[in-house]
């Protein structure tokens, strides 16, 4: 480890191991090897069906892609075992799938939003009542924990049709003295951190505003959306007005520079979002973008630590920490810092690193090898440039699993973090938390706001007053207080800077799928 003592001595705390008291990392592993033993394995029984090969959802059909048209494979990466093949969209693809939106636009957007309505609660019970199924699949494809596909990303996916449902017909409250209009067919291009959540963010507040929808669910991800085009099909909804094509960049990038979309709807990577930014740039085309960030995380002397550092572990290691939102940077008071190092490494312990589909796992596998080398890559960066890394389970990045089949990496955490190390700058899109420190909360918003990113940060604190001066200085779309993680429909997510611009959710998300005047 070529760790350096640095600006916040913490370096004693990494090293204690051998000699700690009983609460201490010794203790840790003691609690840790009681924890393991302590839970029998509990996967989940259900396996749902899955096809041998999927096609487009195109016009309200399953299609074969055109001409000779190729597949690909989507494989699970806690087994790297291959699920399905599904089509590689062309451009004739995305063609089809645009004609078929704008053949099905005036129809539906004629259509009282009373009756819109309806079928988005069709689709709303219809994901739940198949939840486990989705989960299932979710866990299976992604592998983030079936404890986290069940309990937030299906529930949330329904709660969405839910929400937008309600505002079908209300449109014109939401922008009284006004007559909101569809914007047309819309192109939403999604990433595979949460591929059936994202599906829902961006398909129910298009429908709800009368518009028809291209969706297209990353390479490595896409069985759910490819799910919910069979539940869409079941609950009845006119052909063509939502289309769903499966594919890889070239795909999406054919449908956000098809020349018959009104509106592009992404979520991915800044580098992508900036590029579809100026492809679309002089065209009539409206654009939201959902990027990346490097959210901080303060911890204030006077915050309740056990409950921040549970906030700190909801906020960085959440679905393997491949969160747009992760709180990757974790600002500290300095006065409370070893106190806080020791408490993290201790519950760091304590997370169940496995297979995605027990209830009991806590961080599952990272999507891709290419994610888990780009994470690997990066935490190397971290002990070059003088950082101190520690690592749940003490054994290396991929712990127990170092020769089996599966992308795995391990919690961990560095210390000693300076705000020039790369680690403290670039989004790693992983479960790697670097831990800054601070004395003063004009400090602590300086150092928060320093970053070329602005999509949400956390504030422990027991303090009212402090809540509310810290969080108007913060440029972060979301801020969230003595909490971390939290998301509703109605709340709207969004970004600054280069995590993007344009809200999803609540009122404001409206708004990007309507013309207003
Ligand atoms: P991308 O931004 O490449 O992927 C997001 C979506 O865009 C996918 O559906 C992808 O297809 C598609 N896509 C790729 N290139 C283009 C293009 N030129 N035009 C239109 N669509 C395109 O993210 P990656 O999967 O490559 O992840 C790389 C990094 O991005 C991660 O390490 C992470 O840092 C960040 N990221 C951020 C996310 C966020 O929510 N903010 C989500 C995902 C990643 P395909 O899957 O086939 O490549």
């Given amino acids: 480890m070529a760790g350096t003592r640095g600006q916040n001595g913490s370096a004693a705390l990494f090293g204690s191991t051998t000699d700690g008291p009983a609460t201490g990392p010794r203790g840790a592993d003691a609690l840790a090897g009681a924890w393991a033993s302590g839970y029998a394995p509990a996967p989940e029984s259900v396996r749902p069906t899955i096809a041998p090969r999927y096609g487009h959802f195109i016009g309200g059909a399953w299609r074969k892609p055109a001409g000779k048209g190729s597949y690909f494979p989507t494989i699970n990466p806690a087994t790297e075992a291959v699920l399905s093949e599904v089509a590689q969209g062309s451009a004739k693809d995305v063609d089809a799938a645009v004609r078929a939106a704008r053949a099905a636009f005036p129809a539906w957007s004629a259509l009282p939003g009373s009756e819109r309505a309806k079928f988005l609660f069709r689709i709303a019970r219809r994901i739940q009542e198949r939840s486990r199924e989705l989960a299932v699949l979710e866990s299976m494809d992604s592998g983030k924990p079936i404890r986290e596909s069940r309990d937030v990303d299906v529930p949330l996916a329904a709660a969405h049709f839910f929400y937008h449902a309600g505002w079908a017909d209300k449109l014109r409250f939401a922008f009284p003295g006004r007559t909101p209009r569809p914007v047309g067919v819309c192109a939403q291009v999604i990433p595979w951190n949460f591929p059936l959540l994202m599906a829902a963010w961006k398909l129910a507040p298009a429908l709800a505003c009368g518009n028809t929808c291209v969706l297209k669910p990353a390479e490595t991800t896409p069985l759910t959306a490819l799910r919910l085009a069979e539940i869409i099909d079941e609950c009845g909804l006119p052909a063509g007005v939502v289309n769903i094509i499966t594919g890889d960049g070239t795909t999406g990038a054919a449908l956000v520079g098809h020349e018959g ?31 990346g960030g490097k959210s901080p995380h303060i911890i ?5 630590l056990d409950q921040a550092v549970e906030g700190v572990v909801r906020g960085i290691y959440f679905n393997q920490g491949e969160v747009c939102c992760a709180g990757s940077r974790l600002f500290v008071q300095e006065s409370v810092l070893p106190e806080v190092l020791e408490r993290l490494t201790r519950r760091l312990e304590t997370l169940r690193v496995g297979d995605p589909l027990d209830k009991n796992t806590d961080v599952g596998a990272v999507n891709s090898r290419a994610q888990l080398e780009t ?22 990045l991929a712990g127990a699993f170092p020769s089996g089949p599966g992308f795995w990496c391990r919690p961990c955490v560095f210390a000693d973090v300076q705000p020039s190390h790369t680690i403290a ?9 670097a831990v800054l420190s601070f004395r003063t909360p004009e400090e602590a918003i300086a150092r928060a706001n320093n970053t070329p990113y602005g999509l949400a940060a956390g504030i422990w604190t027991d303090k009212g007053s402090k809540i509310f001066e810290v969080a108007a200085r913060l440029r972060a779309g979301v801020v969230w207080c003595n909490t971390y993680n939290r998301f509703d429909p109605a709340s709207p997510f969004g970004g600054y800077k280069e995590s993007g611009f344009g809200r999803e959710g609540g009122v404001q998300g409206l708004r990007a799928y309507l013309h207003v005047d």
Avoid: C, M, N, W
Wanted: without cysteine; proline residues 3%.
């Fill in 425 to 433: 700058r670039e989004e790693i899109f992983g479960p790697v938390l």
């Fill in 261 to 291: 979309v009104d509106k592009v709807a992404f979520t991915g990577s800044t580098e992508v979002g900036k590029a579809i930014a100026r492809g679309v740039a002089g065209r009539p085309v409206r654009l939201t973008l959902e990027l």
């Fill in 300 to 304: 204030f002397e006077d915050a309740s």
């Fill in 375 to 396: 994470i690997r890559r990066y935490v190397s960066l971290g002990e070059q440039e003088g950082a101190r890394l520690h690592v749940a389970g003490g054994d290396g």
